[in-house]
């Protein structure tokens, strides 16, 4: 068992790709407060996305440091990966938006795959090509047995395409099919990091997890998008029938995943992580209009409408094209290999994500600019 394990040292160099969005700024907390003796380097571009605000409670933490540049320029890459004696890559930085990617692929192929190559070669360059250069242990090219080095790749379960209401989760065997061009750009930098370890030997795991939800996460997507709606008495913009089904994991639980995957995961392998928690778009907004007609009771602005519950701003709107059905993972591998097991219930993550955005809605001001109204009216303006 485990033969192709990593062998990262106690103190590791890592750097987090798209730090500052959502994930990426949830995974730097969660490894500062574990292993505050770590050094990490975040890379971000500060797209739309990500904000430095989601890394204001590390900023001064003496292992940390922003790099605001490009996953793209690759002399920034070598030079950081050189500089800072990298021995681990967490790569989250993408275009993560579906509907963006309905509007405009071409950042997604840009940011997603092209600039998912760029790290790659760079980490070729410094890791495999000439060692040295960080200071640490060459992993056995073409079939490393174990390194000191890891490429570890944040990917989705959108890769796997639709499942019918009856069929079995996503395995890591499943066969690719992604239906957007996000999920397509997705699949496609999977396959590049897939390629590096056969070809050069990179020593590389994958991830592939199911929607996240929790703190910092961006306006533009379901959740906080409900709550924000809710709090200001807008309607809330459900696609179709809203009988689409996501399972749906809290943001720290991905994370730890993360973390066992870096230290026990197999090199070579990929392994999906799920909340075990297949919800309807209906039930996902009911949760949200039940936690906040608790918490906070509908403002006066919005008492035309016929009952007192946030649930009654529901609106059907046209559907998201080729919107994938259900998504469900198996995460059967990581469990049994790795041992992992989520935390929190969906009860308790959503009510820890609300009450996150009733405190902080300073933040929410911040992220909404004029580019985020912009993209709502684009995007909502053909209402079905
Ligand atoms: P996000 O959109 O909130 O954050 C992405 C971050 O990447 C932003 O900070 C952005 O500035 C940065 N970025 C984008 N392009 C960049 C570039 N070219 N160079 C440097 N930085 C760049 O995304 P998220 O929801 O946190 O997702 C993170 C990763 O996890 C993505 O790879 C996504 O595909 C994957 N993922 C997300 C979910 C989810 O539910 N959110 C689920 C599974 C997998
Ligand atoms: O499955 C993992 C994926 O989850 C990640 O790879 C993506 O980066 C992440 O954005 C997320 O994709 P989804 O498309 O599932 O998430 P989103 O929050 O956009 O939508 C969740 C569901 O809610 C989906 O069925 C579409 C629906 N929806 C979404 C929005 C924004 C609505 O009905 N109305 C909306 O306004």
């Given at each position: ?193 897939r390629a590096y370890y ?160 009733l405190d902080n809605l ?23």
């Open positions: 068992m485990n033969t192709q394990s990593s062998d990262l040292s106690p103190h590791n160099s890592l750097l987090i790709t798209g730090g500052a969005g959502f994930i990426g700024a949830n995974f730097v907390h969660y490894w500062i407060k574990n292993y505050p003796d770590d050094r990490i380097v975040v890379l971000d571009a500060l797209t739309y996305a990500g904000s430095k605000a989601n890394l204001a409670p590390v900023e001064s933490h003496p292992g940390f440091r922003f790099v605001h540049g490009d996953i793209r320029d690759y002399d920034l890459v070598v030079n950081l990966l050189g500089d800072e004696h990298i021995d681990t890559i967490v790569h989250f930085a993408a275009e993560s938006h579906v509907d963006r990617s309905i509007h405009g692929p071409d950042a997604f192929v840009d940011s997603n795959i092209i600039g998912t190559h760029t790290l790659l070669k760079a980490a070729k360059t410094l890791w495999l090509d000439s060692p040295s250069s960080t200071s640490r242990t060459k992993s056995s090219a073409l079939s490393p047995q174990s390194s000191s080095y890891r490429f570890h790749h944040i990917s989705t379960d959108e890769v796997y395409g639709s499942l019918g209401l009856n069929d079995p989760g996503f395995s890591e065997t499943t066969a690719y099919a992604p239906n957007s061009p996000y999920a397509a750009s997705k699949a496609g930098s999977d396959f590049l990091v056969k070809t050069y030997g990179l020593p590389m795991t994958i991830s592939n997890c199911s929607n996240n939800y929790g703190p910092y996460q961006h306006p533009e997507k379901l959740i906080p998008l409900l709550i924000l709606n809710c709090l200001e008495g807008k309607p809330l913009p459900i696609y179709g029938d809203g009988l689409n089904i996501r399972d749906w994991l809290y943001v720290e639980d991905h994370c730890q995943g993360i973390d066992m995957i870096l230290k026990k995961g197999r090199l070579g392998e990929t392994y999906n992580v799920g909340g075990n928690c297949e919800k309807t778009n209906l039930e996902v907004v009911n949760t949200v209009c039940a936690i906040l007609d608790k918490l906070k009771s509908l403002s006066p602005q919005s008492s035309a409408l016929s009952t007192q519950s946030y649930s009654s701003l529901l609106t059907h709107i046209k559907d998201r094209p080729g919107h994938d059905r259900r998504y469900a993972i198996d995460a059967s591998k990581i469990t049994s290999e790795l041992d992992y097991a989520p935390q929190e219930s969906f009860e308790t993550g959503m009510r820890k994500t609300v009450e996150w955005y300073d933040w929410c001001k911040n992220v909404i600019g004029e580019e985020y109204n912009k993209w709502i009216e684009q995007n909502y303006t053909q209402a079905g």
